[in-house]
């Protein structure tokens, strides 16, 4: 079976603006800590190339094609990474980067909104890992984000929880 390109269906348009703004390559605020800086970016940019490389062969050596194609289309998708033109791929180190920093940008603008706004109501922080949304490697290409989303959605409103909420994903391997 051909490797099928992921399509997006949300949120097209912030990608897009992300990826168009050179901004959110550079150095500058929102600063993420010394892991997320530019140079640590490149670092791990170079480093995942090479591990897709490798990963490309051993599937191919293996005889799994369709694993091999994918690692090797996402390679060349990384490779082609550069200034006003970018990947856009959330496996980019420096492309994910550039993500994180955006969406810290627009966390801290609503919580100073709603800080003035809700003035009586506290900022509480919680980190949330399903169970049976945990992946082995491998599979990161079974998670399905909106239903995950409308999956909490679903779980928070069925319990009474009526509250502003601002949450991302965060994917790791
Ligand atoms: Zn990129």
């Not at 890992?129 to 998670?143: D, L, N």
Request: charged fraction near 30%.
């Amino acid at each position: 079976m051909p490797f099928k390109r992921p399509k997006f269906r949300a949120h097209v348009k912030a990608h897009k603006t992300v990826i168009g703004n050179e901004r959110w390559f550079r150095k500058g605020s929102p600063f993420l800590g010394k892991p997320f800086t530019v140079k640590k970016a490149v670092e791990r940019y170079a480093t995942v190339v090479k591990i897709l490389s490798r990963a490309g062969k051993r599937a191919a050596r293996a005889g799994n094609d369709e694993l091999a194609d994918a690692y090797r289309h996402l390679r060349a998708k990384l490779k082609k990474c550069r200034p006003r033109r970018r990947c856009g791929s959330s496996a980019c180190p420096k492309c994910a980067r550039a993500f994180q920093r955006a969406k810290v940008a627009a966390e801290e603008t609503i919580i100073a909104d709603l800080a003035n706004a809700r003035a009586d109501k506290h900022l509480v922080l919680v980190t949330i890992i399903p169970r049976h949304m945990t992946y082995r490697q491998g599979q990161f290409s079974q998670i399905d984000v909106l239903k995950a989303n409308r999956w909490l959605k679903d779980v928070l409103a069925r319990h009474g929880f009526d509250r502003v909420i601002l949450g991302s994903v965060d994917r790791g391997f």
